[in-house]
């Protein structure tokens, strides 16, 4: 079976979990939470590439405050299905120095990339360090870090949709699938 072979048959065969008016309605719900906690900070929202592109462009429409927009790429899976070491690729491009930072990401899974990313902002001297996931995964375990604004909460199932990839592909499936071929 080919690679695109194999793309089609997981996404044919996924449980959705949440559909797309389900996920809609939680970044609104989010949107909210975030407006009264930051909208007088002037904050910078930090989206995770490439999983918080979606969630980000998303939620972005629904915080009616001045921010300012950057990026940074961590990354523990290299299109691969389970994570290794974290591997920096792109660092933000403005300081973030005495500033609110907001880091936006598609899923709180190990917490191990987030709370790298979070002790990054603090290392760089961000005033102060807020997180949101689109989903936070049940692991059944303590994580490093939590979350602080959560859309939606999900079993422990490899799921994608909404940025949240199967090997680099269906990010952008239109709600947020689990394979049935794992459990992890």
């Given at each position: 079976?080919?690679?695109?072979?194999?793309?089609?048959?997981?996404?044919?065969?996924?449980?959705?979990?949440?559909?797309?008016?389900?996920?809609?309605?939680?970044?609104?719900?989010?949107?909210?939470?975030?407006?009264?906690?930051?909208?007088?900070?002037?904050?910078?929202?930090?989206?995770?590439l490439?999983?918080?592109?979606?969630?980000?462009?998303?939620?972005?429409t629904?915080?009616?405050?001045?921010?300012?927009?950057?990026?940074?790429?961590?990354?523990?899976?290299?299109?691969?299905?389970?994570?290794?070491h974290?591997?920096?690729?792109?660092?933000?491009?403005?300081?973030?120095?005495?500033?609110?930072?907001?880091?936006?990401?598609?899923?709180?899974?190990?917490?191990?990339?987030?709370?790298?990313?979070?002790?990054?902002?603090?290392?760089?001297?961000?005033?102060?360090?807020?997180?949101?996931?689109?989903?936070?995964k049940?692991?059944?375990?303590?994580?490093?870090?939590?979350?602080?604004?959560?859309?939606?909460k999900?079993?422990?199932?490899?799921?994608?949709?909404?940025?949240?990839?199967?090997?680099?592909?269906?990010?952008?499936?239109?709600?947020?699938?689990?394979c049935?071929?794992?459990?992890?």
């Amino acid at each position: 079976m080919n690679q695109i072979d194999d793309i089609r048959r997981v996404a044919a065969e996924a449980e959705l979990l949440f559909s797309a008016t389900e996920v809609e309605a939680a970044i609104s719900q989010l949107g909210q939470e975030i407006t009264q906690c930051l909208e007088d900070a002037n904050p910078i929202v930090l989206t995770v590439l490439n999983g918080g592109i979606i969630f980000a462009g998303k939620l972005l429409t629904h915080l009616d405050f001045p921010l300012e927009l950057d990026s940074v790429q961590a990354t523990r899976y290299q299109g691969q299905t389970q994570g290794s070491h974290i591997e920096w690729l792109l660092k933000p491009a403005l300081p973030l120095r005495e500033r609110s930072v907001l880091i936006v990401d598609d899923v709180l899974d190990e917490g191990i990339t987030l709370a790298a990313v979070a002790a990054y902002c603090r290392a760089e001297g961000a005033r102060e360090v807020h997180t949101a996931v689109l989903v936070d995964k049940d692991l059944g375990i303590d994580k490093p870090c939590q979350a602080d604004f959560v859309g939606l909460k999900a079993p422990n199932r490899y799921l994608f949709g909404y940025g949240m990839d199967y090997k680099r592909y269906l990010r952008n499936a239109a709600g947020i699938f689990a394979c049935r071929f794992s459990s992890t």
